[in-house]
């Protein structure tokens, strides 16, 4: 942090949970400004996820579609999902994620990024793989997930992100990174 943002943060002075359920913990605390004056913030506390974006050998990604209740759409996204402790392991929670919702299993999984997926209102990381050498396996979702695998070329997954018919933002994310990716390995 460079000396001249010090005079940016908010100092906590108080907080409170608001709400405590299964995934979401919303809070609402009290912060003293950069210029004395005080505010309220609420947010959400996450434990964060893993995403994982697999690649087979013939160029194709491996996506899942989804019906994501709160913005009522039927989505197009990268397998992923919650840390099961906020210690857990991104990697082991990326390759978990890939069995379960896909069925693959991976010979590599590397670290593309970590994203803060909305820093207005959530704590939230989602830590994004790349996953590569993968063996077919049978998808075996939680009880409450109702996914569909879908096989594309890296390309057409990238014209979709362009066109808006990807939208996820961890999806956006790991798919332009991916196709950089391949670009640079390409020409090296």
């Keep these: ?51 994982v974006i697999p690649l087979l050998d013939d160029g194709q990604v491996i996506l899942v579609k989804q019906y994501r209740y709160p913005i009522g759409r039927i989505t197009l996204e990268i397998p992923a999902g919650k840390l099961d402790a906020p210690d857990e392991d991104p990697l082991l ?12 299993q991976a010979e590599n999984i590397t670290k593309l990024t970590t994203v803060a997926t909305t820093v207005g ?41 362009l066109k808006g018919e990807i939208y996820d933002a961890k999806s956006v994310a790991a798919i332009l990174l991916l196709e950089r990716s391949q670009k640079e390995n390409a020409n090296v």
């Design 1 to 51: 942090m460079e000396l001249q943002d010090k005079d940016l943060i908010e100092e906590k002075i108080g907080s409170e949970d608001i709400f405590d359920g299964t995934l979401l913990h919303v809070k609402r605390d009290t912060v003293k400004l950069p210029n004395g004056g005080t505010a309220t913030r609420e947010w959400i506390k996450h434990p964060g996820a893993s995403a």
């Design 93 to 104: 929670c990326a390759t978990r994620e890939l069995s379960e919702e896909t069925g693959y």
């Design 121 to 161: 209102f959530s704590n939230e990381y989602i830590h994004i793989y790349a996953a590569t050498g993968l063996t077919a396996g049978k998808q075996h979702t939680d009880e409450d997930e109702f996914i569909n695998v879908v096989k594309m070329p890296l390309s057409q997954a990238v014209e979709l992100v």
